[in-house]
């Protein structure tokens, strides 16, 4: 079977993404947008200059197809982030290794206690990062993290560097069930710029990571591009391409989509392709256009005005109380984070908020049968 890159390279080279976003017409995108349902011509179709003047249609189909599959329910979430130690040297990233400032690694005995502060603010989702150090943080010490803190919440997800199909089974076995992985660009020469050091280089190995994942039997699996590396429509419809071919070829595992835009860090870096509002708008809504049931996750990268808007437009998932520091909640944090946040508000802040615009916040919305939670 052909992987993903194979089947993006055979059948929507970057030439032909080129050529049919830059020729499509209003009257395609009003035919599109009254399709039942939508192939990968058509999303591009939506992520084209000729859609920017039906913002407002796309919005409202938008609108229509996230009530029809997801009512007005909120999935709530949190990071735990256990380790910032990096070998990777990512010019975008805060965690590069190149950047001077203090760095912290907590021990399984501090996570649990961190991911007990968590489960005590009421969340029952919970996702682990680290940076990319296999030596510190190796797929046996998340392993660990898992399993002890698993009892405390309904779903336990990791956002780590890549593993093999071995690794992945060893995070099932130990708790885990969901990954998210963001490939940052589809561009694979600009994806070798942008990670001039580290094991992170290996574009087709991470690339491949979602699929290992799923044979592994991850039950969940949740994809992104950093959106302002590459041209938007390009990262755009190859993020979401990817998600459809993934749903085609495992159908029995969920796939979901995250949607961060760069924002400050730690160090220095000149976004290249920079999305102002309006242009990350028609890339959520043709999403949720192309993909009906999967989820959005939309992080606190994101103003809390804007988060509070697209929700209504496709986003179905969102973080609170949220800290991109390692450590912080139980124990002493005096490392930055891996990025600035925007949105600060507390998970009691954001449910009385989606209460207030006519949502449901949801605290869980799986359950293993197999585990018993404290």
Known sequence: MENFQQYLENNWPRERRSRIAASATEDQVRAVLRKGYLQPADFLTLL?????????????????????????????????????????QCRYCGFNANNKQPRRHLSPEEAYDEAKAIADMGLQHILLLTGDARKLSSPEYIAEVARRIKPLFASVGIEVYSMTEDEYRLMVESGVDSMTMFQETYNPELYDWLHPVGPKKDYAFRLNAPERAARAGMRSLGLGALLGLDECEQDAF???????????????VDVGLSIPRICSHEGSFDIPHALDDRRFVQYVTALRCFLPRSSI??????????????????????????????????????????FDITDHRSVEQMIADL?????????????DPTLTHA
């Open 48 to 88: 084209s200059p000729a859609a920017a003047p039906l913002l407002e249609q796309m919005a409202q189909r938008a609108h229509e197809l996230t009530l029809r599959y997801f009512g007005r329910a909120v999935n709530l979430f949190t990071p735990l982030y256990v380790s910032d130690y990096c070998t990777n």
């Open 238 to 252: 190859a993020t979401g391409l990817h998600a459809w071919w993934l749903l085609r070829h495992y159908p029995g």
């Open 297 to 338: 996750t939309c992080s606190s990268r994101e103003s809390a005005f804007m988060r509070d808007h697209l929700i209504p437009l496709g986003v179905t998932r969102v973080s609170a109380g949220v800290s991109t520091a390692v450590g912080g909640r139980k124990t002493h944090a005096d490392n930055s984070g891996q």
């Open 355 to 367: 209460t207030k615009n006519g949502y449901q916040a949801v605290i869980k919305d799986w359950e």
